[in-house]
């Protein structure tokens, strides 16, 4: 057994709407339904240009095969979730549109820019820039 890649990141959120909308407005990810059981109310997957489902972000309400109670805030022992990204004057550009407070880290020996930001959950997104 070997681990080949991250399959997703999943969001349990009071705030559906506002959710989808942050993940597709900041980062160009498209949001449609998960499949059955799972309806347009209570869960939508955001899907990648590769077209992976990438984040799945649920409502409280949502069904899961794993239940266990989630609180508002910050994450337990999740301390961030790390994207390779591209495009990062865009995403600076957008961030600063939606006026949200984010944080740039350089790590210049490996050719890493990074942004962090928190998600309306509190989820922390550690976005990487590497150059060429």
């Not at 705030?15 to 939508?44: I, K």
């Not at 006026?99 to 790590?107: A, K």
Request: glycine share 6%.
């Amino acid at each position: 057994m070997r681990v080949e890649a991250l399959d997703h990141v999943n969001v349990i959120t009071a705030d559906l709407e506002g959710s989808v909308r942050f993940y597709a407005e900041l980062f160009g990810l498209e949001p449609r339904d998960g499949p059955p059981p799972l309806t347009h109310e209570n869960a939508r997957w955001m899907y990648d240009a590769a077209g992976r489902a990438v984040i799945h972000i649920n409502s409280l309400e949502c069904p899961r095969a794993y239940d266990r109670e989630v609180r508002a805030g910050p994450t337990g022992a999740l301390h961030d979730v790390a994207l390779r990204c591209s495009g990062y004057e865009e995403l600076r550009a957008r961030l600063a549109r939606h006026g949200l407070e984010h944080r740039i880290n350089v790590v210049a020996a490996i050719g890493l820019r990074q942004i962090f930001v928190l998600d309306p959950n509190q989820v922390l997104l550690e976005l990487n820039f590497f150059t060429a």
